[in-house]
Each structure stands twice: as structure tokens, then as C-alpha cells.
């Protein structure tokens, strides 16, 4: 079935989380043909280095596909839950847009490959991460390319494609040579995370899981067997005083790095024993490895915000769109992962990340639908009442127009055509009358237009008068002072910076509710735009963005806030 092998290299390695006991073992198959002799060369050393440092070897060269599936079905059989597992791919590789094969000789060697044949010659890589899998939290798959890629029919492609890692298992890659000097260097350490062993090394890429906390090989075996009851302390010395004070913050903070610090302070002190098991009992809890499983993914503030819009699409409220994972957004977490029937831990993995975002679009876009359909009624009724209306351009018809809706899509040109109507009032009307009036209006308040009227009930401006008291009031299409102010605080509140509300205004705009110039400036074509958008989707009406404005809004395309 796969036949073009260059190198394969099985290693059971123990991360730190099994008893002391767990097996090192390595499955060597190699061909190392001519143009890869410094990679050949290399992968001998690793081979060497692996049998001192311990491992069981099985060395191999040109080994056919069935002779690999038959050690890799091997090690399944032969693993067990402590050992450790690390498989090295060195040679050829090639992809389609949607899986990724590794070569034998003599794939290469039959002619060009296409994505039909090349399934029955080579193996599916993921194939092999699916072996690793097995062994969450102790596998590590190396693949190292050589230069000598032979040629593909269209739709196969030299090298390797995206890969789907799977939780717990690292993936590392690059040259062939590189690889296995890495493998003979590196992975015989003991004591340092595979975080650690890589940071020097800039030719080689990782991913998956790669927690900085977590070392490859343990430094000292841990004792397994209780230890010693304590004798009576004598008089506290200087140094003894510093070791229960290390041991106090150690015991404090409660996690793998503080026993790490303990350990490496004290490797022969009276709590060394008790910091091990802790260590021990720490590197094999399930919740310790989804927290590392999600911290290998490196996930940003920008992105962590994504992730919580997305829950809060999806009806699992974060408490907060921050950035910041704090009980909420896990509460979120555990309460999606839970739905998904997945291991509820309340920690993100690799896998978890696209089907959340697929989720997350999917609603977005009956949200959308749903504001389309809602917004296509609004605007039937809209134009409706303005035929019945304001239409006919008198001016009681267009003040009852623009008492229903004064942000309408006939708003403007009611308030544009009652202003004729005002300054014809105006122009006749007596100099005291008009002075009391310009007051009122600039103070623009219930008080001020009540001071009108009561000077003037007669007066030329006093039908504007009344309707502009009967807007302010409650429910009468405008916000009194006391819930403006409140709606303004918590617009602030959002930090929105210039650059996030002009592309408010530009998502106002394209979803047909013209927010005027997007300029970044909030102005009353805007405050009306915002206030027409939160009423078809069933909000409350204030012209202020807050949170659950911005929720709608990325349910159509997202919008990143920034401070």
C-alpha cells in the first residue's frame, strides 16, 4: 500500500506524567539514498543517541508500506497509557487543497502520481497523527523534507499541506537533516519542555501542543513510594527558614511551574519527594492538559475577543468582550462544549476553533435574515403611512408623519419641508415673539419650550412648540435627559476609537440606514442611523451604541473595537 520510505522513527518518550517505570522505545525504518547523505548520516547519530540515552531501538531501512503499518500497529498494541511516543518522517511528501501523503522510493520511482493513485502508494499523514493521537499529552510527530521531490500530475503538490493536529499531539517539521540532529540533541535531554528545546532552533517549525511547563523527559525519576515520616526539626537555620518559605509559596500558588522552582531550588530537600508528586499528580490531570492544550494554540487578545463574539452569537454569554478569559467566557466554553457533546473543560482546542467560528457564521447569517425581513416590513409601513401623510406636504401631515417616525426614511424631507413652514412663520412674526423662540430653542429642553408657550400660546412658533415638548416626553420618540445620559455613559463606556465608529457608520450605511459622511464623528444623521438600525432588530431605541448594538452589528461582518 505505501511504498516510497525514506525514514520513519518511532520513539515512546516519558513527558513526566507516567510512573517511573514507563518504557523509552524507538522504531528506526530508513532509506537514505545518495543526495540525502548528510541526512542519512545525521539519522544514524539520532539512532545512536536514542539507544544510550535509553530507548529500545529497532532500526530498519527500505522498508516497504505494510512493514510500516505493521510497527506502527505494533506500537499501538505494545503502548500503554504511560509511555510516550514520538514519530520522525523523513523523505518526501506531497498534498492535494485537502490531505498530505508521505513518499516511498518507489511511488517516485513508478512515475507521476495523481490524487486517485497516490492514496493506494503512500501514506496518509493523517494516518499517522491519528496514531500519535492515541497518547494525548506525550506524542510528537517530526517530519524532515529532502530536496529530492519527484513530479506530480496536477492537483498533487510537493510538500506537506495544512495539517489537522490533533489535541495533545506536537507536530514539528523542516529540514531532514535539521530533524534528526534535533531528534540525537534535543529529545535525549532531560528536564526542558519541547518549548524550551526548539527556542534556539529557527529552521524548524511547531505546532500543536507545546506547553512551556511541561518537560519532554523528566530530570530524576519520581518516587513513587511514601516518603519518610519527617524527624523532629532542629533549631531553623538561615537556609532551612528559606526552604519552608520556598516550599509555603510553592504549595500557594499550586501549580507546575512553582513545584518546577521548588524542585529546581531544593532537588534533595525534605519536601523534594512531596513537590514530585505533585508534579506528578499535576502533569496528568486532564484539566492541566486542556489548560496547556489551549495555551500551545497562542491565541491573542484580538482573537480571544473573536472567539467571544462568536459565543455570544451563538447564545453563550461571555460576560464581557475582552480579550480576557475569565470565568464567564469558561463558563461559555464548558456550557458550548457541552452541546457539542465534547469533553466539557471549559479550554479551547485546535479542532474546537473552526467549528465554533462555522457555527458562529451560520447564526450570523439567520440573524441577518431575520433583521433583512423584519427591516423590508418596517420600511413597507414606512412608506405607507407618508403616502397617507406627509406626502400631500400640508403641514399637519407632515408633522403626524414625523411624530411616528421621526427617523424615517421620509424624516429629513418632513423636518427639511416644516422648516419652510417655520420661517414663513417666522418672517412674520413679531420681533419679541421670534427672540423668545431663538431662546427656546437654544436651550432645546421641555423647560424652555413650556416658557414659550407660556409667553406665547398664540404665538407663531407655538405648534412647533407643543410637538417638540411631545417628542421629549417619554415614549414620544426621543429619550428624556436622564436616560440619554445614561445611554451616552455607556457608549463611552465601549471605547470606541475614531477608526471603530467610522466603520460603524460604514456597516450603518451598507446595511441601508444612512449614517451620512463616515467620518468617525457621531452626528444626528448618524444618532437617527443608529436609532432606525436598533428598532428593526428589536432593541432598544436610543441612537447610542452599546454592547448589544455591536453583537447585531458583527452578526453581518465583524468589527473590531479598539481602545
Not at 473552526?354 to 433583521?371: F, G, K, S
Amino acid at each position: 500500500m505505501d511504498n516510497l520510505l525514506k525514514s520513519l522513527v518511532v520513539a515512546g518518550m516519558i513527558f513526566g506524567m507516567g510512573p517511573a517505570w514507563a518504557e523509552d522505545r524507538a522504531v528506526i525504518v530508513r532509506n537514505d539514498p545518495a543526495a540525502a547523505a548528510a541526512a542519512g548520516a545525521e539519522m544514524d547519530r539520532a539512532a545512536k543517541a536514542l539507544g544510550n540515552a535509553g530507548f529500545t531501538v529497532m532500526d530498519g531501512r527500505n522498508l516497504a508500506t505494510g512493514v510500516l503499518r505493521a510497527r506502527l500497529a505494533r506500537v499501538l498494541h505494545e503502548q500503554a497509557p504511560s509511555d510516550r511516543l514520538v514519530i520522525l518522517l523523513s523523505g518526501n511528501f506531497a498534498h492535494s487543497d485537502s490531505q498530505s501523503w508521505y513518499l516511498d522510493p518507489d511511488t517516485a520511482q513508478s512515475g507521476p502520481q495523481n490524487i486517485v493513485s497516490i492514496g493506494g502508494t503512500a501514506m496518509d499523514l493523517a494516518t499517522v497523527l491519528s496514531v500519535a493521537a492515541q497518547l494525548p499529552g506525550g506524542a510528537v510527530v517530526l517530519l524532515g523534507q529532502d530536496g529530492d521531490n519527484p513530479s506530480f500530475e496536477p492537483g498533487l503538490r510537493a510538500g506537506i499541506g495544512a495539517l489537522v493536529i490533533p489535541q495533545g499531539v506536537a507536530l514539528i517539521s523542516g529540514p531532514s537533516s535539521e530533524i534528526a540532529a534535533f531528534a540525537a540533541d534535543s529529545l535525549t535531554q532531560r528536564g526542558q519542555s519541547l518549548a524550551q528545546l526548539l527556542a534556539s532552533n529557527s529552521q524548524l517549525k511547531a505546532q500543536g501542543f507545546l506547553p512551556a511547563s511541561l518537560p519532554f523527559r523528566m530530570a530524576d525519576a519520581v518516587q513513587t513510594t511514601p516518603p519518610a515520616p519527617p524527624q523532629p526539626p532542629a533549631t531553623p537555620t538561615v537556609d532551612t527558614r528559606k526552604e519552608d518559605a520556598a516550599w509555603a509559596a510553592a504549595k500557594k500558588t499550586a501549580t507546575i511551574a512553582g513545584y518546577e522552582a521548588f524542585v529546581q531550588a531544593y532537588p534533595s530537600g525534605r519536601f523534594a519527594a512531596l513537590a514530585n508528586s505533585e508534579l506528578n499528580r499535576l502533569r496528568s490531570d486532564p484539566t492541566v492538559i486542556a489548560q496547556a492544550t489551549e495555551e500551545a494554540l497562542g491565541l491573542d487578545r484580538d482573537q480571544r475577543r473573536t472567539i467571544q463574539r462568536q459565543l455570544s452569537l451563538l447564545g453563550y454569554d461571555p460576560k464581557g468582550i475582552d480579550g480576557l478569559f475569565g470565568k464567564g467566557s469558561r463558563a461559555a466554553i464548558t456550557t458550548w462544549q457541552k452541546a457539542q457533546g465534547a469533553n466539557a473543560t471549559g479550554y479551547l482546542t485546535a479542532a474546537q476553533l473552526p467549528r465554533l467560528a462555522a457555527q458562529a457564521d451560520r447564526r450570523a447569517a439567520e440573524l441577518e435574515a431575520e433583521a433583512a425581513a423584519r427591516q423590508a416590513k418596517l420600511e413597507r409601513e414606512d412608506r405607507a403611512y407618508w403616502e397617507t401623510t406627509g406626502a400631500a406636504g400640508d403641514e399637519p401631515g407632515l408633522r403626524a408623519y414625523f411624530k411616528r417616525y421621526p427617523d424615517g426614511i421620509f424624516a429629513e424631507v418632513a423636518n427639511d419641508r416644516l422648516s419652510v413652514f417655520e420661517e414663513e412663520r417666522r418672517a412674520a412674526a413679531a420681533r419679541q415673539d421670534r427672540d423668545a423662540w431663538s431662546a427656546a430653542e437654544t436651550a432645546n429642553s421641555i423647560a424652555s419650550y413650556q416658557d414659550y408657550l407660556a409667553q406665547f400660546p398664540k404665538g407663531a412658533f407655538a405648534p412647533e412648540a407643543t410637538a417638540r415638548i411631545e417628542a421629549m416626553q417619554p415614549g414620544g420618540g426621543r429619550l428624556d435627559e436622564a436616560a440619554r445620559a445614561q445611554a451616552e455613559a455607556a457608549e463611552n463606556a465601549l471605547g470606541l476609537n475614531g477608526f471603530t465608529r467610522q466603520l460603524i457608520e460604514e456597516r450603518l450605511t451598507g446595511l441601508g440606514f444612512d449614517a451620512g459622511q463616515a467620518d468617525g464623528e457621531f452626528d444626528n444623521k448618524t444618532r437617527r442611523a443608529i436609532r432606525r438600525f436598533q428598532k428593526s432588530r428589536n432593541q432598544q431605541v436610543t441612537g447610542y451604541i452599546d454592547q448589544a448594538s455591536i453583537v447585531a452589528l458583527l452578526a453581518g461582518g465583524l468589527i473590531k473595537m479598539g481602545n
